[in-house]
T-cell receptor, first 115, second 116 residues
Framework: ETGVTQTPRHLVMGMTNKKSLKCEQHLGHNAMYWYKQSAKKPLELMFVYNFKEQTENNSVPSRFSPECPNSSHLFLHLHTLQPEDSALYLC??????????????FGPGTRLTVL | AQTVTQSQPEMSVQEAETVTLSCTYDTSESDYYLFWYKQPPSRQMILVIRQEAYKQQNATENRFSVNFQKAAKSFSLKISDSQLGDAAMYFCALYINAGNNRKLIWGLGTSLAVNP
C-alpha cells in the first residue's frame, strides 16, 4: 500500500483558503491521475498526466489547478473552493497512458472538507 | 456512451461462504478491459482482478474469480470462502482501449459486509 502516497490525509479549509494536495508514487510509473470520490457517485476522473504532460482535463473548474513537475509527483492546488467540493480526492498512477495492459494503483486519498 | 452498472448497493455474506457481486456494462468498442477494485474502509483502493475482453477464459486470483459473459456484457465477481478482511466497497470498472477516450469508467460500487 505504500506505492502511492498522498498528503495530507485530511484537510479542512475555508472557502477563501489556498491549499495544495500532494501525491507521490514510488512505482516508476509515467502516468498519474486525480480522481474525485463523492458519496453516491461514480469516481470522477479530473486530470491525467502522461510523462508530465497533461492529457486530460475533464471540465474541472479552474479553482482546481494541477501540477506535475515530474513523473513521480503530482499536486492539486485548491483555491476558493465551494462546500460541494468536499470529497475524497484520490491520486493514482500507472505505467503509461494507453498501454493495453495498464493498471492503475491508488493512493489512500485526501479527505477534503470545505466549510 | 460507455456505462457500468452495479445493481447491488449493499450485500452481506457469512464468513466462509461464497458471494457474487454483479456488474453489467455497455460499450460498442471491441478492445476493452474490465476490473474489480476493492476499497476497504479508510484504506486504499486496490486491484482485485482484471479481465481482457478478448480472453474467453475467466480470470481468477486465489479466492476471487469472475464470470465474464461478453455477449450479455456481464462481469460478476465471485468471492469464495469469504473472510472478514473481504469487507469493503467493491467497484467494477471498464477501460476502453481505443481512440482519445482511454479512461476507466466506474460503477457506483457494492458495499460488502462479512458476518462472523
Amino acid at each position: 500500500e505504500t506505492g502511492v502516497t498522498q498528503t495530507p490525509r485530511h484537510l479542512v479549509m475555508g472557502m477563501t483558503n489556498k491549499k495544495s494536495l500532494k501525491c507521490e508514487q514510488h512505482l516508476g510509473h509515467n502516468a498519474m491521475y486525480w480522481y474525485k470520490q463523492s458519496a453516491k457517485k461514480p469516481l470522477e476522473l479530473m486530470f491525467v498526466y502522461n510523462f508530465k504532460e497533461q492529457t486530460e482535463n475533464n471540465s474541472v473548474p479552474s479553482r482546481f489547478s494541477p501540477e506535475c513537475p515530474n513523473s513521480s509527483h503530482l499536486f492539486l492546488h485548491l483555491h476558493t473552493l465551494q462546500p460541494e467540493d468536499s470529497a475524497l480526492y484520490l491520486c493514482a498512477s500507472s505505467h503509461r497512458l494507453g498501454r493495453s495492459t495498464d493498471t492503475q494503483y491508488f493512493g489512500p486519498g485526501t479527505r477534503l472538507t470545505v466549510l | 456512451a460507455q456505462t457500468v452498472t452495479q445493481s447491488q448497493p449493499e450485500m452481506s455474506v457469512q464468513e466462509a461462504e461464497t458471494v457474487t457481486l454483479s456488474c453489467t456494462y455497455d460499450t460498442s468498442e471491441s478492445d476493452y478491459y474490465l476490473f474489480w477494485y476493492k476499497q476497504p474502509p479508510s484504506r486504499q483502493m486496490i486491484l482485485v482482478i482484471r479481465q481482457e475482453a478478448y480472453k474467453q477464459q475467466n480470470a481468477t486470483e486465489n479466492r476471487f474469480s469472475v464470470n465474464f459473459q461478453k455477449a450479455a456484457k456481464s462481469f460478476s465477481l465471485k468471492i469464495s470462502d469469504s473472510q472478514l478482511g473481504d469487507a469493503a466497497m467493491y467497484f467494477c470498472a471498464l477501460y476502453i482501449n481505443a481512440g482519445n477516450n482511454r479512461k476507466l469508467i466506474w460503477g457506483l460500487g457494492t458495499s460488502l459486509a462479512v458476518n462472523p
